[in-house]
């Protein structure tokens, strides 16, 4: 298959930004296992294809162990997961049921930043995207629904979301369930899976890109799009193998958010 070449000279603006419009970008995510001292939690890693062959490591997580919520850090680099560490670059967390998740970058808390001396230079944090699930009530191993929120974006330019309090009216969240039209905000879902009796299971056609069935496995499409053009997919490959590819407007960022979101979400107890 045709790997679009992208321009990853200055890397964390390239993670930043809208993915090239045109087709999907494509990378994939492995899970490795934990263990050892610091952390039981399974490192995700996730990686481009490059035309010239060979992967290149673009985003690295793992969730904290002391958190009463999943709590991810995000890192570019896969050997340097830590809050404090140089190479952190957002995080991702989950309400407190774990259907809910909103995705920062790197900057301060609201929190934090009230308590932090006027010569800070971190910036306050900004709110990416959010994900929010919904159980099928119906038939509990039925297909799960995903809503996306993302920043819209003007001219290339998202909009920048810095709630100034936690839960906050200004909140991504907050904002999408007082007016489901915000201008401010793009609505995603995913697309429904059709039953299919040969394989006695929901299934999605991602062009040979995903290779077994599991429940995290997912198509996005724009709310008002009635194509129904697939923006982002992601699903499994090997036990620990997951394909991730996404398209303008979502940045590799949010498509690894999203992702991480995926790996996380349980079926709650409805």
């Not at 990853?8 to 603006?13: E, I, P």
């Not at 939690?41 to 996730?46: D, I, Q, R, S």
């Not at 890192?75 to 920062?104: A, H, M, Q, W």
């Not at 699903?235 to 979101?261: H, K």
Request: glycine residues 8%.
């Amino acid at each position: 298959a045709h790997v679009p070449a992208v321009d990853l000279s200055d890397v964390r603006n390239f993670l930043q930004q809208p993915a090239p419009e045109g087709p999907l970008l494509q990378c994939y995510i492995t899970r490795s296992k934990g263990g050892g001292f610091m952390s039981s939690y399974p490192k995700y890693t996730m990686y481009i294809k490059q035309p010239t062959g060979g992967d290149r490591v673009l985003l690295a997580a793992r969730k904290r162990g002391n958190s009463k919520s999943s709590n991810y850090v995000i890192s570019t680099d896969p050997e340097d997961l830590n809050r404090d560490g140089g190479s952190f670059f957002g995080k991702l967390r989950s309400n407190f049921i774990g259907t809910e998740f909103v995705l920062y970058d790197a900057g301060m808390s609201p929190e934090k930043a009230e308590k932090a001396s006027a010569d800070s230079v971190l910036p306050l944090r900004q709110e990416l995207c959010a994900v929010l699930y919904k159980q099928n009530v119906l038939y509990t191993r039925g297909p799960r629904k995903m809503t996306i929120i993302l920043p819209s974006l003007m001219g290339g330019q998202r909009k920048v979301l810095r709630p100034t309090k936690s839960g906050d009216e200004s909140s991504i969240i907050e904002r999408y369930k007082a007016n489901e039209a915000d201008p401010d905000l793009i609505m995603m879902k995913n697309k429904s899976p059709k039953w299919n009796d040969s394989a006695n299971a929901y299934v999605l056609n991602f062009n040979g890109r995903v290779t077994r069935p599991s429940v995290k496995n997912f198509q996005l499409v724009d709310e008002r799009d009635a194509e129904e053009v697939v923006v982002m997919q992601f699903g499994r490959v090997e036990t620990d193998d997951f394909t991730c590819d996404f398209r303008y407007p979502i940045s590799p960022l949010q498509a690894f958010g999203i992702a991480l979101s995926s790996f996380d979400y349980k079926i709650a107890c409805e």
